[in-house]
């Protein structure tokens, strides 16, 4: 079964424009991960947030985390073609000394047009 | 590229049948992951390993079996394949297998189960 629901599904912009995708949770967590996944390849890692964070930066990358209401955002600034990909949200919730597990959600399709 | 070998690319056998499928993790990690990625189920996690030992294990099927040797490759096999079991199947790895680190994805192994 999968801990996130990620909205929207899809998204299309245009290049330049913002794009923010949210996710929720079911359970408590360590540690929530945002990956990206381009058509027929394999995930990869984008940013972590930990429980005990609320926010953090990676380049044009922004992560948010609310686990008061068990939720994060993605929000990617000034998009590019290349940023067309699915992006998915992943938590971990078990204890960090046994194993590292990841619940992903469905994932958003993002459609950046030039 | 994540330094994450997966093979065969593709695959394609019959009902009943029983394959194997090959992962090299990251030169320097110790920990694989694997995970199941169909369009009805999303991405799902099926076993981790750390060292050569089983670490965590999530929702694998009796029919599947996997294994890390000492060099560290994993191996997992699948058997008495239904159609149902057609997907992308992920391997990932990481530092020392704990929840508070990204992983690392290889561009997968697709199976199709005539």
């Known amino acids: 079964s999968q801990q996130g629901e990620e909205d929207p599904q899809a998204l299309s912009i245009q290049e330049g424009e913002n794009a923010t995708m949210n996710c929720s949770y079911k359970t408590s967590i360590n540690n929530l991960q945002w990956y990206r996944q381009n058509s027929g390849r394999g995930l990869v890692h984008l940013i972590l947030?930990?429980?005990?964070?609320r926010e953090k930066h990676s380049g044009r990358l922004r992560v948010t985390l609310d686990t008061s209401k068990k939720s994060s955002s993605l929000l990617i600034t000034a998009s590019r073609a290349a940023d067309t990909a699915s992006y998915f949200c992943?938590?971990?919730?078990?204890?960090?000394?046994?194993?590292?597990?990841?619940?992903f959600g469905q994932g958003t399709e993002l459609s950046v047009k030039p | 590229d994540s330094g994450v070998t997966q093979t065969p690319k593709h695959l394609i056998t019959a009902t009943g049948q029983r394959v194997t499928l090959r992962c090299s993790p990251r030169?320097?990690?110790?920990?694989v992951y694997w995970y199941q990625q169909s369009l009805d189920q999303g991405l799902q996690f099926l076993i981790q390993?750390?060292?050569?030992?089983?670490?965590a294990k999530g929702n694998i099927l009796e029919r599947f079996s996997a294994q890390q040797f000492p060099d560290l490759h994993s191996e997992l096999n699948l058997s008495s394949l239904e159609l149902g079991d057609s997907a992308l199947y992920f391997c990932a790895s990481s530092v020392d297998g704990g929840s508070n680190q990204p992983q690392h994805f290889g561009d997968g192994t697709r199976l199709s189960i005539l």
């Open positions: 390993y750390y060292n050569g030992e089983e670490r």
């Open positions: 030169s320097g990690d110790l920990s």
């Open positions: 947030i930990r429980s005990n964070e």
């Open positions: 992943a938590t971990a919730s078990i204890p960090y000394n046994q194993g590292g597990k990841l619940i």
